[in-house]
């Protein structure tokens, strides 16, 4: 029997549940996924489930699919062990990127997630680029952001210090944990954020230790561990889909495959978190609308002149702002284009229904 509590199940989405309670429809969280087919957690335990018909009518766009700890409405075959999904509850938060290749579409990695950890490996491998993408999506997908530095254990103390100054810079009143699953150094930080009804997504890219983060907050082996090449630190792709997994604790936890490149995806709102110590910066400048590259009195350009902020920092930031106006430009296009075919629908239901 399958406490829902412990899984997440909160006062709010009872509320939203409740109508379809009502009409005889059951409830079951997304643990996996896996080319249509759905493993589900219900009351009578995990059975495999596909969509409805009418729900897939209903669905326009990629992210409107269940996703890895979506909230379900389902009918329910016991016997079976089967269910048909028909609805999904409101997503309190979602984290997204855009999906691989030239296609502008979101992908949706998980939802319903209470805290992420951002999974850094303390060895060549560490890039404070990569972090701050990850922050901002983080911050963006609705869930508290906490910088997990693992594998403190293979470098030195001076390291480890030096390494947790990097993060701060750019992580402004993040949590920032070094860690060892070897030693057990630092995990019972992670633990305190693993209790019941909360749910934890480990993000990070391959050869940082997820599945050995994984595998010690479940006490027990259930990701298979890679050692990661000795020329250049880096692993491969150990997770090779996302599962949503009860802990001990009582919480639940979200192992993601390793993601090296993270394509940002409708981030604009988090801009200003992620960097916010330019954009303070930028409230100093002479001009409004300054852009921090010729302009004169420019209170960025000064930081860096008196070594307050580093160059690459405030490239990162023009990177980001550019992807986002590309996203915007490639967004318009695919909503003009969604709406010309739903009027050239609309418009051949109409024939149809004359004839």
């Known amino acids: 029997m399958i406490n829902f509590t412990n899984l997440g199940l909160n006062e709010e989405l ?58 379900v409405v389902i009918s329910l075959r016991k016997e079976e062990k089967k269910a048909t999904i028909h609805s999904l509850l409101t997503r309190f938060s979602k984290f997204s990127r855009k999906s691989a290749g030239k296609t502008i579409e979101e992908q949706v990695v998980a939802t319903n997630i209470n805290t992420v950890f951002l999974t850094i490996s303390l060895n060549n491998d560490f890039n404070l680029r990569r972090i701050e993408r990850y922050l901002i999506s983080a911050w963006e997908s609705g869930a508290k952001p906490v910088v997990v530095l693992n594998k403190c254990d293979l470098v030195s103390e001076e390291i480890v210090e030096n390494k947790i100054k990097e993060v701060e810079s750019i992580a402004i009143g993040v949590p920032i944990y070094p860690v060892s699953c070897l030693s057990g150094y630092g995990m019972d930080s992670l633990k305190k954020h693993c209790t019941s009804g909360e749910t934890v997504a480990l993000l990070g890219s391959s050869g ?21 090449r000795e020329k250049d630190d880096k692993g491969k792709h150990t997770t090779t889909h996302r599962e949503l997994l009860q802990l001990p604790t009582g919480g639940n936890l979200i192992d993601t495959p390793g993601m090296r490149e993270l394509q940002l995806w409708d981030i604009e709102n988090s801009l200003s978190i992620g960097f916010s110590d330019i954009e303070k910066l930028a409230e100093k400048c002479l001009f409004k609308d300054c852009k921090h590259i010729h302009e004169p009195s420019c209170a960025v350009k000064e930081a860096i002149k008196d070594g307050l902020l580093d160059q690459a920092r405030l490239d990162s930031y023009f990177k980001v702002e550019k992807e986002i106006r590309y996203l915007e430009r490639k967004g318009d296009k695919l909503k003009n284009s969604l709406n010309k075919k739903k009027i050239k629908k609309i418009g051949g239901d109409r024939t149809r229904f004359n004839r």
């Open 14 to 71: 009872l509320n939203e549940y409740s109508i379809y309670k009502d009409n005889g429809f059951e409830l079951g969280r997304i643990c996996s996924e896996h080319k249509g087919i759905y493993k589900i957690l219900t009351e009578v335990g995990e059975v495999l489930g596909n969509i409805s018909g009418n729900f897939l009518n209903s669905i326009t766009q990629k992210s409107d699919f269940p996703a890895v700890g979506d909230w």
């Open 208 to 228: 940082a230790g997820k599945s050995t983060i994984c595998n010690y907050l479940l006490g027990k082996r259930h990701q298979i561990t890679q050692q990661v």
